[in-house]
């Protein structure tokens, strides 16, 4: 089922926190939603939830709108809001049975569903367990759980994986990709990453702006265009011999033996730095591609737009 | 409606507040009605259960702001209003569901109470010699008031995330509703408007119930003055919407 945001405006009061955004999710498609704190994710979630009313545009989820149709909406929805809130004083099969009960969902049916949903979520140990003596990642597990109980066709996750430690950051990842066979989902974050880790397509945001809407790999390739090479020799090598390579921008030593070396754009110069070491007999122990980093990317993305919104 | 209903009524039943209020009513009517002198029916004399229901109000007073004060107030701190409101639930699934939970509690407190009139039937002289009519038109008029309470302390839950604002905002409101515009009638600047004033308040109404006379008029104004004060809760949690 898709998930189609239109010309989406949202204001408060006289600050305008989404400006005019459009985009679409095709059906079972997996798309990071990224953006610094405060560019407008949160608030287009919550509009596309049908929290909170857009000013202008509108949000249509499987072809209905959340205007016109919010309960309809509501049903087809998952939700796990930022802070992922819990009813800290139930217990956790106590909690999910209670939302599906909002949803409609009564009886065996909801017993059965309440059983796979706590075993696809790795729960069945803490499920007798109150919500409150759980730890963080548990607890986000139970937030994805609650918005599971439904099978719900499109799948809105408001940073699903802050404040995790990194070993539930990637139980939770990976969670959050069993889940996602044969469902649309958005995930908002700001750390790249996460990203990489979990879909091809992001959509980036800023300051209620859509920045960027393309695949993973050709963001990357939109930064700055030069490569970064890291080498590293047995023993001491001459800095000025390696910026004579063919294509080698600039060459800065990290220790004697370590060099990173800028290239220009769209030069590998990977084969040429090894030639470099064959020729001279020199031992190459370490030779790496720098991501060229995945942060100055965001960085620039989301500070361009800012500077300009401020002309 | 009735998810949210039983999910709140649990909630009392799981923490100590359904017992505590339940536990302090019972206690603090049974002394005022059978122990302490002064308003003790074993000292008055007759055979009537006038001390439960005109000292009862002002235990509610307190009572009720008590049990409503978290119903919104804790759910937005938590963030878990925002979980409801995106669940297929519409704001008055929501209100009504905890307004009959807070009201549902407040009737099981008041239910033990029904054994006082037993013991009074029993104790007067000659035996039975109590008014009926009457115990049973207060008792409606108890109900209708302990609504109000509640949906007064639903709004004051709603106004804000502190649980102290709220319960302080609705035992005020409730005194104001129950007794300020009695009181305010007795103002020497109404004249003829003075029985108008008297009869905004929840006290004209309440009494006139406990005459006995069932009247439809005061049934009517109980149930819109419940109805008005949960609309305003209603606008309060769509205001989000603005």
């Not at chain 1, 999910?96 to 696809?120: D, P």
């Not at chain 1, 750390?191 to 959509?203: G, S």
């Not at chain 1, 800023?206 to 023993?235: C, H, M, P, W, Y």
């Not at chain 2, 007795?186 to 108008?196: C, D, G, I, R």
Request: charged share 15%; aromatic share 10%; glycine share 8%.
């Amino acid at each position: 089922m898709s998930l189609q945001v239109r010309n989406l405006t949202k204001e408060y009061g006289q600050q305008k926190a989404v400006h005019n955004i459009s985009f679409e999710l095709s059906e079972g498609e997996i798309v990071g939603f990224l953006g610094p704190n405060g560019a407008g994710k949160s608030t287009t979630m919550k509009i596309s939830t049908g929290y909170l009313p857009p000013t202008e545009g509108d949000v249509l989820v499987g072809g209905h709108s959340v205007v016109e149709r919010p309960m309809h909406v509501k049903q087809l929805t998952g939700y796990l809001p930022e802070h992922n809130p819990l009813y800290l004083d139930l217990y956790v099969h106590e909690y999910l049975n209670f939302i599906g009960k909002l949803y409609g969902i009564g009886g065996t049916k909801l017993t059965q569903r309440v059983g796979e949903i706590i075993e696809l979520c790795g729960l069945a140990n803490e499920q007798n367990k109150k919500i409150e003596a759980l730890s963080k990642g548990y607890r986000q597990r139970v937030g994805l759980a609650q918005a599971l109980i439904h099978d719900p066709k499109v799948l809105i996750l408001d940073e699903p994986t802050s404040g995790l430690d990194p070993n539930q950051l990637v139980e939770i990842r990976k969670l959050i990709k069993d889940i996602s066979t044969n469902k649309t989902v958005i995930f908002s974050t700001h750390i790249m990453q996460e990203v990489q880790a979990l879909c091809d397509r992001v959509i980036v945001i800023n300051s209620g702006n859509i920045v960027a809407d393309d695949s993973l790999t050709s963001i990357l390739k939109r930064g700055t265009g030069n490569v970064t090479v890291v080498a590293e020799f047995e023993g001491a090598v001459n800095v000025d011999d390696l910026r004579l390579l063919k294509g080698v921008q600039s060459v800065v030593a990290v220790h004697a033996s370590s060099f990173r070396i800028t290239a220009d754009a769209g030069v590998d110069v990977r084969p040429e730095v090894f030639r470099f070491a064959a020729d001279r007999n020199l031992s190459l122990i370490g030779l790496k591609q720098e991501e060229n980093s995945l942060e100055s990317i965001f960085h620039a993305l989301t500070t361009q737009q800012v500077m300009h919104s401020e002309n | 409606m009735l998810q949210v209903l039983s999910k709140e009524f649990n909630s009392f039943l799981n923490s100590l507040i359904a017992y505590v209020v339940i536990g302090v009513f019972l206690t603090s009517m049974g002394l005022l009605v059978w122990v302490f002198p002064d308003t003790s029916v074993l000292d008055y004399g007759y055979a009537d259960m006038d001390t439960l229901f005109s000292l009862g109000p002002y235990v509610f007073i307190f009572l009720i702001p008590a049990v409503t004060m978290r119903s919104f107030a804790e759910e937005k701190k938590a963030g878990t209003l925002e979980l409801l409101m995106t669940k297929p639930l519409t704001d008055w699934d929501i209100i009504l569901g905890k307004f009959l939970a807070s009201f549902l509690l407040v009737l099981v407190a008041l239910l033990p109470t029904v054994v006082y009139y037993f013991s009074i039937y029993a104790l007067g002289n000659p035996v039975g010699n109590i008014d009926t009519p009457g115990v049973v038109g207060s008792y409606i008029g108890l109900l209708l008031l302990s609504g109000v309470f509640c949906s007064v302390g639903l709004v004051a839950s709603s106004i804000t995330t502190s649980q102290i604002v709220a319960f302080i905002l609705a035992a005020f409101f409730c005194f104001i509703l129950f007794s300020g515009f009695e009181s305010v009638a007795q103002l020497n600047l109404w004249s003829s408007q003075a029985l108008l004033i008297k009869q905004l308040g929840v006290l004209y109404h309440y009494e006139s119930l406990s005459r006995g006379l069932i009247d439809s008029r005061d049934v009517i104004y109980f149930l819109s003055v419940i109805f008005i004060i949960l609309s305003i809760s209603k606008l309060i949690l769509g205001s989000r919407q603005w």
